[in-house]
C-alpha cells in the first residue's frame, strides 16, 4: 500500500522538460568503469589519465594518449610513419589481409600498430616507441618490428635511453613466419644496447601477450608495469588445458608477476613519467646528457 510520503518520493508525472534535457545529453559523455561499473563522465577520466578515481583501475589508453603522458609538451617527433605492411604471405582468411590493413589504416588514421619517435621527458631526450592497441589487436608483424628496431637503434646512435610501451595480443599472424622473425630482430638490437650501457626501459600495459612478451617486452633492463595488466605468453585457458591444472588466482596480472620476479615494479599512470626520468638519470651514466 502507498503512502503520500511514497508518493513525494516517486512523481508519477515525469516533468516534460527534466526527459528532454536527459535525452540531450550527448553519447559518449559518460563511461562505464570496466572494473567496478561506476558511471564517470568522459572529461573527468580523461583528466584523470583514464584511471577510474572510484577503483584506480587503468583503462586502455591510445597510442597519442599515452606519447602525450609520457612526453614534455611539443616535444615527440614521430618517425617511420609512412611504413606499410605490403602483405607479403598475399594472406587471405575470412577476409583478405590487405582488406583488413585498409579498414584498420582509415579507422585508426595510422599505418600499423605503433608509433615511433623521439622527444624528452622532463627536458632528457630519448626515443620511445608505443603500440596502438586498437589497431589489429596491437599485433608485430614486419612494420612494427621495424619501427621498434629504429627506436632502439635510434637510441644506440644518439646515446639516450630506448623506452617502448607494450600493448598487444602478440605476432600478426597473416604475417606468419615474417612476424615471428620481428622477437630475433628486436631482441638482437637490445643485446647491442647492453654493450654500450644504453638503458632500454619496457612498460607493460594492458594486455602484454605472445610473441611480445616473449621477446623484447621482456628483455628491459628495467621492465615496469601498469597495475593489474595482463602479462604473459598464452591465454590462461590454453595453459589450463595443457597443464590440466587450475591456475592460482591472479595469475598473468602485473602483481603477481612482480611477486615472482618478471617485473622489476608497478608503477601507476600518474607517476609513469617521474620515475621514467629517475631510471634515465640512475642509468645514463653512458649516455650523451651526463657527458
Ligand atoms: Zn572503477
Known sequence: MSSWFDDLKTPRFKNAESTQKVAKIPEGLWGKCPSCGEIIQTRQLQENQSVCPECD???RISA???IASLTDEN???PYGEGFRSNDPLKFDDQKPYAARLEQAIRSHKINDAFISGKGTCEGIPFHLGVF???FMGGSMGVVVGEKITLV???ALKDRVPAVV???SGGARMQEGILSLMQMAKTS???DRLRQEGIPYISILTDPTTGGV???FAMLGDVILAEPRALIGFAGPRVIEQTIRQKLPEGFQRSEFLLKHGFVDRIVHRKNMKSELHQFFKIFGNRCQYNK
Open 57 to 59: 583501475h587503468h583503462l
Open 75 to 77: 616535444s615527440f617527433v
Open 165 to 167: 610501451v607494450s600493448a
Open 132 to 134: 596502438e592497441f586498437k
Open 64 to 66: 597519442s594518449e599515452r
Open 188 to 190: 638482437a638490437v637490445i
Open 152 to 154: 632502439l637503434e635510434g
Open 213 to 215: 612478451a616473449a621477446s
